[in-house]
T-cell receptor, first 112, second 112 residues
Framework: DSGVTQTPKHLITATGQRVTLRCSPR?????VYWYQQSLDQGLQFLIQ???????AKGNILERFSAQQFPDLHSELNLSSLELGDSALYFC???????????FGPGTRLTVT | GQQLNQSPQSMFIQEGEDVSMNCTSS?????WLWYKQDPGEGPVLLIA?????ELTSNGRLTAQFGITRKDSFLNISASIPSDVGIYFC????????????FGTGTLLAVQP
């Protein structure tokens, strides 16, 4: 158990819908990262937050957004969902930028 | 999205055999990490490497940070059935962004 929690574990929704994925980092970690894992693209970095502020952006679509709240939990919002958005979404946390990242168990999103 | 070249893509071995896998990149990294992922779970950190030439062990696992900082390898000695899973390398640039660039993964199957 990495100490990073993610909810829900599974999510099934229809195209065009909007979903919110939630992540609670390990106790004491200030930095949160979101990654997407798909069969064709592998594990891809989406976005990073540090102490409530966006720190870095990766291959995140404009339909996706994220935020980190004062209690340090983070949410990833995916809107206007398409079939290709079906993937595993992982959250990771680290005590500070450049420190080792620990991954949560992931949320499996299926868009039908 | 960017992925590191990882080989072999898959390995099917007998229990007790040694395993070697490697990862190469066209980019120079500050840190190399090796993760293991079990089905339906998030990546779990195995070894982190911080200096070119560094050789680090974690039980039966040994990893090295290449001299050129563009490659890394992971060895598993005396494999056991619970070593089954997908192994990923990841490179980290450091600096303003802490994002991880992941390898394509090596699927390891161990036959008792």
């Amino acid at each position: 158990d990495s100490g990073v929690t993610q909810t829900p574990k599974h999510l099934i929704t229809a195209t065009g819908q909007r979903v919110t994925l939630r992540c609670s980092p390990r106790s004491g970690d200030l930095s949160v990262y979101w990654y997407q894992q798909s069969l064709d693209q592998g594990l891809q970095f989406l976005i990073q937050y540090y102490n409530g502020e966006e720190r870095a952006k990766g291959n995140i679509l404009e339909r996706f957004s994220a935020q980190q709240f004062p209690d340090l939990h983070s949410e990833l919002n995916l809107s206007s969902l398409e079939l290709g958005d079906s993937a595993l979404y992982f959250c990771a946390s680290s005590v500070r930028p450049l420190a080792v990242q620990y991954f949560g168990p992931g949320t499996r999103l299926t868009v039908t | 999205g960017q992925q590191l070249n990882q080989s072999p893509q898959s390995m099917f071995i007998q229990e007790g055999e040694d395993v070697s896998m490697n990862c190469t990149s066209s980019s120079i990294f500050n840190t190399w990490l090796w993760y293991k992922q079990d089905p339906g779970e998030g990546p779990v950190l195995l070894i982190a490497l911080y200096k070119a030439g560094e050789l680090t062990s974690n039980g039966r696992l040994t990893a090295q940070f290449g001299i050129t900082r563009k490659d890394s390898f992971l060895n598993i000695s005396a494999s056991i059935p619970s070593d089954v899973g997908i192994y990923f390398c990841a490179g980290q640039f450091g600096g303003a962004t802490n994002k991880l660039i992941f390898g394509t993964g090596t699927l390891l199957a161990v036959q008792p």
